[in-house]
């Protein structure tokens, strides 16, 4: 106990304690963020001026500026301009609906991910692809309805008068196993060139990624980034438990409710852009509470880490020695051992 | 009744009233009919047997539980039809099982407290700062502001919660078994503290209790709950008789008054199955105890 004293010999007033602990929190908040700033910004220069051929800056800025040949600015602007910025705005929406659900149910296990949202979306996919035919809009929509149909399902079985944490991960556990199966029947049955799209829309990959797709994208993200930030006092006193946040004034099942479309939409509108990108949503809470520090809101950093993971994994993906990868196999390479060990960490905490 | 007399401006005082409430809880009824005025300004407990419906009628009082019929009412308007961010800055709530986010310092989880004094984006205002560090204070926590709740004593941790109701600055202050899973020391801890808000800052102090003599010792008033319906209401000695722990409780008890503290205080008489055995329990005791020594 004697490491929680503040000070022992000359004991200062509990003001300046008080703002002692708030500056720190501060000040470890805000230079975390930037550091994340300073790193994803990096990350999305490289991702311009390596590949096939690598740039130098001055190649960059000379086709950022128009100017340069125009075989260097066709790659740059058109193929890998797109490419960073829907990297970067779809890891931020991972990153952010991730955190957004972990917080709101207590548990880092409760990543849309993991209890079936994903899933959802992507039998969705499929059956757009193999038996209806469908490709781009057409596709992300019905992969976006799709995620919100079974938020909503898991969250109607899961309900009962409020939101029990672990019965709603259980379920949506439940719920993610029915639709990978579902999703895996309709590839065996289904035709050759139709597997291979699925395929590609399933591992998630920035391969295709167009200029074209970025508005949506990008004003989704940013108003869901809003709304979540706007609701983040209300997670926070919710993370008291229900009753105590009730006590306190939070209108608990309309904050549980909004949270979760919220999230659902961003984690809905960034797959149909790029798939479903592996773990990102999973991965990003934890990274960025570990940054902070435990209990204090990572709501950015969550966001930022999750667009550093993407760009990041998506550089490693682009320049394997042997082949090129879609940028959803390296996050599963990270993802699936850090899944195991936070859940021999719960475990042992007892936390589940 | 006795009220403290630095606090007797009732006519400011929020008033509390239950009238007529009738409580489910998953289709089951718990609570037939019950109405309960809180005289501001005291202490009082709320005692029953497991499952009579105590814990139900407090979050009822507390508006999380929506009463099936019957109104509870602040200052004689529903409590139901009030915002709920203005309640929760005249009645506090500490629940039974609040959970601490993993990690989070007694400086942070008090602060919380102060949400309903804040708006959309309100900042941090002094007059947050000044209620924290009283919180603190009081509790007797203000040295060990940066320890992460995690690191806590049972006592001192019931001490964080009570600190973050109290950053709340409500005048009424509901706690539903507030000294559960405490050793005797803490129990005591913990009730002298809500005691002492009670009589120095005239809090209205509300609580569900399991232990009569500490429900006897602490209180003004003291409200039995048997079989959904109240059974007694009054004073501790009008309240704590033998009739009354063998009607509500099913025990036979002996009620003395206690010598230190006037309160009344009740031994429960051993159950048949013990009585019958207790001699001979007794003496194998004794005997392992010679043979080891």
Redesign the interface.
Known sequence: ?D????HDSH?PD??T??????RT?TVRSLAVTILLVVLLVALALSDLVLGHRTYSMSDLIGALLGQGDEGTRFVILQLRMPRALIGCAAGIAFGMAGIGFQHLL?NMMASPDIIGITAGANAAAIFGIVVLGLSGMPLACLAVMCGLLTALLVMALAWRGSFDPTRLILIGIGVAAGFNALGSWLMVRSNQWDIQAATRWLTGSLADAQWSDLPILATTTLVGAMLLL?LD?NV??L???P??A??????VSRVQFEVIIVGVLLLAVATATTGPISFVSFLSGPIAAVLV????SALIQSGLVGGCLVLGSDIVAQHLPTTQVPVGIITSIVGGPVLILIMVLMTRRQ?L | MTSSPAYDAWSSAHKLTASHLRLTYGGRTVIEDLSLDIPPHTMGSIIGPNGCGKSTFLKAMARILKPASGTVMMDGEPITSMPTRKVATILGLLPQNPSAPAGITIADLVARGRYPHHHFVERWTTKDEKAVERALALTGLTDMAGCPIDRLSGGQRQRAWIALTLAQQTDILLLDEPTTYLDIAYQLEVLDLLSTLNRQEGVTVVMVLHDLNMAARYSDWILAIKDGRRFALGTPDEVMTENLVREVFDIASTVVTDGTTGAPLMTPAPLHSLEAHSGEACNAHVHWDDSAG
Request: overall charge positive; some cysteine.
């Open positions: 106990m490491a929680c004293l503040l004991r509990a003001m304690d008080l703002q002692r602990i708030r929190h207590r706007a006092r926070s006193t993370q008291l438990g009753e105590m009730a006590g306190l004034g939070v209108r520090g435990r209990g204090t936390e």
